[in-house]
């Protein structure tokens, strides 16, 4: 890949050839405003990446560096610019709580532009058919990275943009139909992609303390997810960008079937079966009626033991691991 030499606020560097100015500026530390922005996809419909190409102002996200390129990402016409496009999409954008409006990138970048941030209307009409999705339309600036993340990323194909021109463009599901009797397969991509935070959103979400890096518990596959953990518990989950396995996506149970961490019924200490006690379903009895606690070094010993056993008698072609 060749490489061409580009002005950058002013500072000479050296750009690949074919990358976008949001990338080269990132790769640089240079942090450019995005809502629309999907890694890997073309999107640029909300123009809030806005910079000066050569005293014209183009969206950084879909233009792709040349050689003597003069870039400014910050100057008063960028932002006279990038305040004109928040002010328009505020237009059209309301939440129903502070927790909301906290979480909204639009919001925040209205403060940081000198704006007020969307208004607080609690009783707007939202769509909650969904067990784990809230869809709030007010809240929606028709950004379409739901879009992109259910069809194009999870080629699931539930969310589309339905209607042309005005206020009847609208973000649907399936033929405009409520989105909890659609084919969603409750991925919470779509939640994920959502700079908003609060047109589609978790039903219950809160606010954590903290986030947690770790790997997702449930199949082999390996997906890296981020917990998100408040007095001690998970209170929502989501994927880590970071993991190669799954880059930053996840399914149902990845997603949303993280409550049985905070069971008072889920196991933390290993058990053996008892003695004399045959193989087979409860049937109503306790689990402690079958099996006892052990510590970690007596289970592995016996495990530990019963494969010894295997390779003793079948050969160690007989253990799969």
């Not at 050689?67 to 400014?72: A, V, Y």
């Not at 194909?157 to 042309?164: E, M």
């Not at 079966?273 to 045959?278: A, C, D, E, L, Q």
Request: with cysteine.
């Amino acid at each position: 890949m060749g490489m061409v030499k580009v002005l950058l606020n002013g500072k000479e560097v050296e750009a690949f050839e074919g990358e976008t100015i949001l990338n080269l500026a990132r790769r640089y530390g240079i942090e450019i405003p995005t809502l629309c922005y999907y890694e890997g996809f073309a999107n640029g419909s909300c123009r809030i990446c806005i910079v000066e190409v050569n005293g014209r102002l183009m969206p950084s996200c879909i233009t792709k560096v040349s050689e003597g390129m003069r870039i400014e990402t910050e100057s008063t016409r960028v932002a006279e610019a990038r305040k004109t496009l928040l002010k328009l999409l505020l237009k059209n954008h309301t939440h129903r709580s502070k927790e909301e409006q906290m979480r909204c990138r639009i919001c925040g970048y209205a403060v940081k532009y000198g704006l007020e941030p969307a208004p607080i209307i609690p009783s707007v009409k939202v769509d909650d058919t969904h067990p784990a999705i809230l869809f709030n339309p007010s809240a929606c600036v028709m950004c379409r990275k739901c879009v992109i993340a259910c069809g194009v990323d999870q080629n699931n194909d539930v969310i589309a943009v339905i209607g042309r021109g005005g206020s009847g463009t609208r973000v649907g599901f399936d033929l405009d139909i409520p989105m909890g009797m659609s084919s969603c397969v409750s991925c919470g991509a779509c939640v994920d992609a959502c700079p908003t935070g609060g047109a589609l959103m978790e039903k219950d979400w809160v606010p954590a303390d903290k986030v947690i890096e770790t790997t997702c518990p449930y199949c082999g596959t390996g997906c890296q997810v981020e917990y998100g953990v408040r007095d001690g518990k998970v209170v929502w989950a989501r994927g880590g960008a970071y993991g190669p396995a799954n880059e930053g996506k996840l399914c149902v149970k990845g997603k949303f079937g993280y409550q049985y961490v905070n069971s008072p019924e889920r196991l933390t200490k290993p058990l053996i079966r008892r003695p004399g006690v045959p193989k087979g379903p409860l049937n109503g009895r306790s689990i402690h009626e079958v099996f006892r606690e052990a510590t970690w070094e007596e289970a592995l010993d016996l495990v530990a033991s019963k494969i010894k056993e295997i390779i003793s008698k079948y050969g160690p072609a007989a253990i799969g691991v």
